[in-house]
């Protein structure tokens, strides 16, 4: 069953917050397998090839940096994306420039632009994607897809300068470089469908929200009630568990508008939610019924324990003082009988209320018996 609409954005968040930690770990997996892989070709460099030699323990040494404060939480998941990504971009083409300036013979520069290290611009790619979203993943893409194109062009200039017999390696930089604009295109179209899914998504999750709360107090509306209420007597009906509705109106509202101004009835309103918000448990609904009158609807709770329930919010809003004026509230409360539909338990305890309110206010009646 959906979430009591008051609890909807608190399910939200605690998703995403789930979500989060998954990334977390994530990352942290990839980081490690990463510095794994580094040391390994640092361990078995060929010799003479200064930039493993240095440049890999340095960039293993930044990346265990970087998993100590994904572990640790220290900046904002984005921030260190950007930072992961920066990282892992300098590095890749760094590398690629270090062969093409201080690798011998021409061949060799063809070979490895043929090679490994596509795999590396590749992933960069992909990375970029799945890191930043599809601007960031754009960006990053051209920059990394021109880069390597000016590079291959250079090398195919200077070796039909050369006329060397190596020439015809053209076709292996023109078809890399296909691929590479085709992984460019499939990858920033899967992104945007996936950003678009996720901002229709979350604009129908919030739309959702909104339509079933109350836009001043944050509890949920009428509406609201409403989908819980069926939803519950659905469950009482079929495995006979209580359910108990309890109506509370606000004392003397109409002189506390008058007394002290709308606004101040307004924070007395939104106060009260609060108090009541904190009072009632998580699987429990706290909504604004209408104008001063709210409801709770506690299921599994019989009509005892929703009476002590109630006489403890109602004790607590005595003892409040909302917004610096005195605030008491009547109660009435009944429970719903299997089949004959919420709106009869509703109706009975309405009738309890309009007994409590003719008896006096400040106080809570039950259908079986009163307490004051
Ligand atoms: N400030 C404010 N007032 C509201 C809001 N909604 C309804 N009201 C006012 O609440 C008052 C309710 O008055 P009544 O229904 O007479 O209830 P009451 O004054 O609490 O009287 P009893 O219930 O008999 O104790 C009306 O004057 C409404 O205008 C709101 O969102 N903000």
Redesign the pocket.
């Known amino acids: 069953m959906d979430p009591a609409p008051g609890n909807h954005l608190h399910a939200v968040r605690t998703e995403l917050n789930r979500l989060e930690i998954y990334r977390r770990r994530t990352y942290l997996g990839v980081l490690t397998l990463t510095i794994a892989i580094m040391m390994l070709s640092w361990a078995f460099r060929e010799e003479g090839d200064p930039f493993i030699a240095v440049a890999y323990p340095a960039f293993s040494a930044i990346l265990a940096l970087l998993s100590v404060a994904f572990w640790r939480k220290s900046s904002p998941l984005r921030t260190m994306e950007i930072t992961l990504v920066a990282a892992v971009g300098t590095m890749i083409l760094s590398r690629l420039a270090w062969h093409f300036t201080f690798s011998d013979p021409l061949n060799e520069h063809l070979l490895l632009l043929a090679g490994g290290h596509y795999w590396a611009v590749g992933i960069l790619i992909v990375g970029g994607f799945i890191t930043l979203g599809y601007r960031g993943g754009m960006i990053i893409g051209i920059a990394t897809f021109l880069f390597s194109g000016i590079l291959a062009t250079h090398e195919v200039f200077g070796c039909f300068q050369a006329a060397g017999e190596y020439c015809h390696n053209w076709v292996y930089l023109v078809r890399i470089h296909l691929f590479l604009a085709v992984l460019l295109a499939l990858t920033s179209a899967g992104t945007l469908l996936r950003d678009r899914t996720w901002s229709a998504f979350s604009r129908a999750e919030a739309l959702q929200h909104w339509a079933h709360t109350d836009p001043?107090c944050g509890l949920a509306n009428r509406r609201g009630a409403d989908q819980f209420l069926s939803a519950e007597a659905a469950l009482a009906d079929r495995y006979q568990r209580p359910l108990t509705i309890i109506l509370i109106?606000?004392?003397?509202?109409?002189?506390i508008?008058d007394d002290h101004g709308?606004?101040v009835?307004?924070a007395?309103?939104c106060g009260f939610a609060e108090i009541l918000s904190n009072t009632v448990r998580e699987v429990d609904l706290a909504a604004r019924w209408g104008?001063?009158e709210f409801l709770v609807a506690t299921p599994g709770v019989d009509l005892r324990s929703a009476r002590h329930a109630a006489q403890r919010c109602r004790r607590a809003i005595e003892r409040a003082a909302i917004a610096g004026v005195p605030v008491t509230v009547?109660v009435g409360i009944a429970e719903y009988i299997p089949g004959k539909g919420v709106s009869d338990a509703i109706c009975r305890a309405d009738a309890m209320l309009y007994q409590a309110?003719a008896a006096g206010?400040n106080r809570v009646i039950t259908e079986a018996c009163e307490l004051t």
Do not use: A, Y
């Not at 109106?249 to 002189?255: A, Q, T, V, W």
């Open positions: 001043l109106d606000i004392d003397e509202f109409k002189s508008n709308h606004e009835g307004d007395v309103i104008g001063d009547t309110k206010r």
